[in-house]
């Protein structure tokens, strides 16, 4: 199901010039979004709940005093709304116009009014912080006009959740960029998401056309991904046609981001409930024995996970001992962690320990940064990581993106795809495919943010075959998986006493000097003593190395892989250059000495 986002900006625009009507002197902004957002929320469900109204209000009357619990005959269709949530005020945000007088009461009364899983959503938002200043502002009235304005459609109807969806991170995208904060961290451009879901769901379409299957995002943001994934698969004229009953989970951990999430989710009649407020890695909101089927996420990356470290941290060593993050053969006897400034990889270790031992087993598509294939040396967090996962043979793919696809950021990122059930062709095997090169992108008519290139879907296509066929050409490489594995070892050299001499330990063996000590890394498919032998004894033969001390490491080099030699210009040509340059500076000169 495509979506011309195009035909959204109008909605964007009528938004954004409500924000600078009606707040401009009350408000930065950078905090256009803290009204602006509940607002769009707090209408939608207004809209919904119109034509329900007055049979709400009849049964809310007649049974207010004689039942405890009105909720299911307040969502019923036949008392109520028909939908998860209700609102037993007698106002609705056009009746709220009727006296102006007493609007922030009654404008206070209708919010009240709201059934508990909405009063969340409100909470969250924080939006009653907000009524005192726009009250005292005398501008409540005007922002309420404006959103019952018939010059913007925000009824679901018109204006359905996945539009609805782009519409909300866009606008976090312009409202952060006006606070110079980090504009993509919830904000995935649909096309990866398209990408994603499509390297996700095919390779095992005919096995998903029937049963239950449990989709979850551990970033879920405003919940795109779930609702795109949904989508796709059981679109009746998509490529999956899937009958599957599909259920949403996710976690969010920005309060106002959370609520625009959760929102959509009881717009769109999912299970508001399976949307869970905190931080995955230390305040995981579900059953930690529940498990997902397909996992699809863009973790934040660069940023910290100090707060979860320290929350999860136990004992006065502060040890972590959630199983989560417990790896067998580790180095560490406790929890196998990233560094604190980059939590990434955390999330990844998350993901994986709510992978399902079933036939079809789990899949996982995440978007990572460069960090995630490279930093940490062998032993350290990050490696044991990738250590676990190819090791496992968890890793069926890596897909190199174009930069400045994100709209915070034109850094180098990847799509990282992992199942543990692999099909046979890809056993003990990782797919690399660098789309990074034109063939894969269009550049876009206006940037947006950082934004300037972006997947067509011819684009999504090319990539799509490329994966599907697991052959190798210029784009797609096929590795071992211990071809991104090495040995680091300890390369020891003896320690010399004042008079010259080697020093001995107890045991008659030399006492290596710890300033002369040197590591090497070496390919796993090398032995490691004919590499000793050859690369280290030649110029150092006094020196060993100790199996006991060696550790694997893990690392993937994209630029390695597809590194393309071009080759230098002829000198007759860099000769020409510089001989143009110096004759047009020695014309300079003249110019500035007759001068």
């Given at each position: 199901?495509?979506?011309?986002?195009?035909?959204?900006?109008?909605?964007?625009?009528?938004?954004?010039?409500?924000?600078?009507?009606?707040?401009?002197?009350?408000?930065?902004?950078?905090?256009?979004?803290?009204?602006?957002?509940?607002?769009?929320?707090?209408?939608?469900?207004?809209?919904?709940?119109?034509?329900?109204?007055?049979?709400?209000?009849?049964?809310?009357?007649?049974?207010?005093?004689?039942?405890?619990?009105?909720?299911?005959?307040?969502?019923?269709?036949?008392?109520?709304?028909?939908?998860?949530?209700?609102?037993?005020?007698?106002?609705?945000?056009?009746?709220?116009?009727?006296?102006?007088?007493?609007?922030?009461?009654?404008?206070?009364?209708?919010?009240?009014?709201?059934?508990?899983?909405?009063?969340?959503?409100?909470?969250?938002?924080?939006?009653?912080?907000?009524?005192?200043?726009?009250?005292?502002?005398?501008?409540?009235?005007?922002?309420?006009?404006?959103?019952?304005?018939?010059?913007?459609?925000?009824?679901?109807?018109?204006?359905?959740?996945?539009?609805?969806?782009?519409?909300?991170?866009?606008?976090?995208?312009?409202?952060?960029?006006e606070n110079n904060e980090e504009?993509?961290?919830?904000?995935?451009?649909?096309?990866?998401?398209?990408?994603?879901?499509?390297?996700?769901?095919?390779?095992?379409k005919d096995k998903i056309k029937?049963?239950?299957?449990?989709?979850?995002?551990?970033?879920v943001g405003s919940g795109g991904?779930?609702?795109?994934?949904?989508?796709?698969?059981?679109?009746?004229?998509?490529?999956?046609?899937?009958?599957?009953?599909?259920?949403?989970?996710?976690?969010?951990?920005?309060?106002?981001?959370?609520?625009?999430?959760?929102?959509?989710?009881?717009?769109?009649?999912?299970?508001?409930?399976?949307?869970?407020?905190?931080?995955?890695?230390?305040?995981?909101?579900?059953?930690?024995?529940?498990?997902?089927?397909?996992?699809?996420?863009?973790?934040?990356?660069?940023?910290?996970?100090?707060?979860?470290?320290?929350?999860?941290?136990?004992?006065?060593?502060?040890?972590?001992?959630?199983?989560?993050?417990?790896?067998?053969?580790?180095?560490?006897?406790?929890?196998?962690?990233?560094?604190?400034?980059?939590?990434?990889?955390?999330?990844?270790?998350?993901?994986?320990?709510?992978?399902?031992?079933?036939?079809?087993?789990?899949?996982?598509?995440?978007?990572?940064?460069?960090?995630?294939?490279?930093?940490?040396?062998?032993?350290?967090?990050?490696?044991?990581?990738?250590?676990?996962?190819?090791?496992?043979?968890?890793?069926?793919?890596?897909?190199?993106?174009?930069?400045?696809?994100?709209?915070?950021?034109?850094?180098?990122?990847?799509?990282?795809?992992?199942?543990?059930?692999?099909?046979?062709?890809?056993?003990?095997?990782?797919?690399?495919?660098?789309?990074?090169?034109?063939?894969?992108?269009?550049?876009?008519?206006?940037?947006?943010?950082?934004?300037?290139?972006?997947?067509?879907?011819?684009?999504?296509?090319?990539?799509?075959?490329?994966?599907?066929?697991?052959?190798?050409?210029?784009?797609?490489?096929?590795?071992?998986?211990?071809?991104?594995?090495?040995?680091?070892?300890?390369?020891?050299?003896?320690?010399?006493?004042?008079?010259?001499?080697?020093?001995?330990?107890?045991?008659?063996?030399?006492?290596?000097?710890?300033?002369?000590?040197?590591?090497?890394?070496?390919?796993?498919?090398?032995?490691?003593?004919?590499?000793?032998?050859?690369?280290?004894?030649?110029?150092?033969?006094?020196?060993?190395?100790?199996?006991?001390?060696?550790?694997?490491?893990?690392?993937?080099?994209?630029?390695?892989?597809?590194?393309?030699?071009?080759?230098?210009?002829?000198?007759?040509?860099?000769?020409?250059?510089?001989?143009?340059?110096?004759?047009?500076?020695?014309?300079?000169?003249?110019?500035?000495?007759?001068?």
């Amino acid at each position: 199901m495509s979506l011309n986002t195009h035909s959204l900006q109008p909605i964007i625009n009528f938004l954004w010039t409500v924000a600078d009507d009606v707040l401009v002197n009350t408000y930065q902004k950078g905090k256009y979004k803290d009204v602006i957002l509940p607002m769009v929320v707090i209408r939608r469900l207004d809209l919904l709940l119109e034509p329900t109204k007055d049979k709400v209000l009849s049964t809310f009357k007649e049974y207010n005093k004689k039942l405890q619990n009105l909720e299911n005959l307040l969502t019923s269709k036949k008392h109520g709304t028909g939908l998860a949530f209700y609102n037993t005020s007698k106002f609705t945000l056009k009746k709220l116009l009727d006296d102006p007088k007493n609007l922030r009461s009654n404008f206070e009364n209708y919010l009240n009014g709201f059934s508990d899983n909405v009063q969340d959503i409100i909470k969250q938002f924080k939006f009653r912080n907000e009524i005192e200043t726009l009250a005292d502002a005398d501008i409540l009235f005007s922002l309420i006009e404006k959103f019952c304005s018939p010059k913007v459609e925000l009824h679901p109807d018109k204006l359905p959740p996945l539009a609805m969806g782009y519409v909300y991170e866009d606008l976090v995208r312009r409202f952060n960029e006006e606070n110079n904060e980090e504009a993509g961290e919830h904000f995935t451009p649909r096309e990866i998401i398209d990408l994603m879901t499509h390297l996700v769901f095919l390779p095992v379409k005919d096995k998903i056309k029937q049963g239950t299957y449990l989709f979850y995002d551990p970033c879920v943001g405003s919940g795109g991904m779930l609702t795109i994934a949904k989508n796709f698969m059981q679109d009746p004229s998509g490529l999956i046609k899937s009958d599957a009953t599909v259920h949403l989970y996710g976690q969010e951990s920005t309060p106002f981001i959370y609520a625009t999430c959760k929102s959509d989710m009881l717009i769109k009649g999912e299970d508001p409930d399976k949307i869970a407020y905190g931080s995955t890695l230390s305040a995981y909101g579900f059953d930690k024995d529940l498990k997902f089927d397909f996992m699809l996420t863009n973790p934040p990356y660069g940023k910290t996970w100090a707060p979860d470290k320290k929350a999860l941290s136990v004992g006065s060593k502060g040890a972590i001992i959630d199983k989560r993050f417990m790896l067998k053969g580790s180095y560490k006897e406790e929890a196998v962690t990233s560094r604190v400034n980059d939590g990434q990889l955390m999330f990844v270790l998350h993901m994986l320990s709510k992978m399902k031992d079933t036939e079809l087993g789990s899949r996982i598509a995440s978007v990572h940064n460069g960090s995630a294939l490279f930093t940490g040396d062998a032993g350290q967090g990050e490696s044991e990581i990738r250590k676990h996962i190819i090791e496992n043979d968890l890793l069926e793919a890596i897909i190199a993106l174009p930069h400045d696809m994100f709209y915070n950021t034109g850094i180098p990122t990847y799509i990282f795809f992992i199942t543990n059930r692999k099909s046979k062709k890809r056993k003990g095997k990782v797919q690399l495919i660098n789309a990074t090169s034109e063939k894969f992108y269009s550049k876009m008519r206006k940037p947006l943010g950082k934004k300037r290139v972006e997947f067509l879907p011819e684009h999504i296509k090319l990539i799509e075959t490329m994966y599907l066929n697991f052959e190798e050409n210029e784009y797609s490489r096929i590795f071992d998986n211990k071809d991104f594995g090495y040995a680091q070892i300890t390369v020891n050299r003896p320690l010399k006493d004042e008079k010259g001499k080697t020093v001995f330990a107890s045991k008659g063996k030399p006492k290596p000097d710890p300033k002369l000590k040197d590591t090497e890394n070496i390919p796993l498919k090398e032995d490691i003593q004919e590499f000793f032998e050859r690369e280290v004894l030649p110029f150092a033969p006094d020196a060993w190395w100790d199996k006991k001390d060696t550790k694997i490491g893990y690392e993937i080099n994209f630029a390695k892989y597809f590194y393309k030699h071009q080759p230098p210009r002829p000198l007759t040509e860099i000769a020409k250059d510089i001989f143009a340059i110096e004759q047009e500076t020695d014309g300079l000169l003249k110019e500035i000495i007759q001068a």
